[in-house]
Nanobody, 124 residues
Framework: QVQVVESGGGLVQPGGSLRLSCAAS????????IGWFRQSPGKGREGVLC????????YLADSARGRFTISRDSAENAVYLQMNSLKPEDTAVYYC?????????????????WGQGTQVTVAS
C-alpha cells in the first residue's frame, strides 16, 4: 500500500506557526521528491514547497519564501513542512505528494501519490 498521510493542520492566528507532517508508507521517501501543495476554493491547487531526493529545498510558490521550510527525517520515513509567519491567505487544505522521480516540479501531474490533505486555517 503506497500512500502518504498528512497531519498537523489546525487553526492558528496570523503570524503564528504550524508544522505539517507527511508520513510515507509502502515506499522509502528519500528515493523520491516530495512536494507540498495547497488547495483553496477560489484558486485551485498550487505548489508550495518541494524537497528533492537529495534534500534540496525547492520553492514552488514565491509566497512561501522566507516563511516556510521543508525537511526530511529518513529514519521516520517522513517529510515536514514548517510554516512560520502565517497569513490568512495561507488558509487552504495542504497536501503532500510523491513525485515519480527524484526531482521537483510545480506541475501536479508530476506527482503520482497524494495524501488526503490537512486543513490549515489562519484567522484571528
Amino acid at each position: 500500500q503506497v500512500q502518504v498521510v498528512e497531519s498537523g493542520g489546525g487553526l492558528v492566528q496570523p503570524g503564528g506557526s504550524l508544522r505539517l507532517s507527511c508520513a510515507a508508507s509502502g515506499f522509502t521517501s528519500d528515493h523520491y521528491a516530495i512536494g507540498w501543495f495547497r488547495q483553496s476554493p477560489g484558486k485551485g491547487r498550487e505548489g508550495v514547497l518541494c524537497l528533492t531526493a537529495r534534500n534540496y529545498q525547492t520553492y514552488l510558490a514565491d509566497s512561501a519564501r522566507g516563511r516556510f521550510t521543508i525537511s526530511r527525517d529518513s529514519a521516520e520515513n517522513a517529510v515536514y513542512l514548517q510554516m512560520n509567519s502565517l497569513k490568512p491567505e495561507d488558509t487552504a487544505v495542504y497536501y503532500c505528494a510523491r513525485a515519480a522521480g527524484i526531482e521537483c516540479s510545480s506541475d501536479t501531474a508530476s506527482y503520482v501519490t497524494w495524501g488526503q490533505g490537512t486543513q490549515v486555517t489562519v484567522a484571528s
